[in-house]
């Protein structure tokens, strides 16, 4: 059983950026494809940014050049760094650790972007 921990969400101005953690334990954390998702209201939860086990990522086409995911495989980490933040990336961002033997989910930290 793998449990997902997400933090840094929160409130930043259009424009800003944020760094999103997602710490790992119960699981070989390295074996593991990572991803972000988010879910805004009234809308389905999508892919922001994956990570594979190893390394090679792939972004939504609305973050390209914005949002950078990387993993340090030695803190059983995830990060996702969020630059040039934009209104509608606000959302509900959701950790998701992924390979044959199961899939697990964050509780989800929330980011919102206003001014």
């Known amino acids: 059983q793998v449990q997902l921990v997400e933090s840094g969400g929160g409130l930043v101005q259009p424009g800003g950026s944020l760094r999103l953690s997602c710490a790992a334990s119960?699981?070989?954390?390295?074996?593991?494809?990572m991803g972000w998702y988010r879910q805004s209201p009234g809308k389905q939860r999508e892919l922001v940014a994956a990570i594979n086990s190893g390394g090679i990522t792939n972004y939504a086409d609305s973050v390209k050049g914005r949002f950078t995911i990387a993993r340090d495989n030695a803190k059983n980490t995830v990060y996702l760094q969020m630059n040039s933040l934009k209104p509608e990336d606000t959302a509900v961002y959701y950790c998701n650790a992924m390979r044959t033997v199961g899939v697990y989910w964050g509780q989800g930290t929330q980011v919102t972007v206003s001014s």
């Open positions: 119960g699981g070989i954390f390295r074996l593991y494809n």
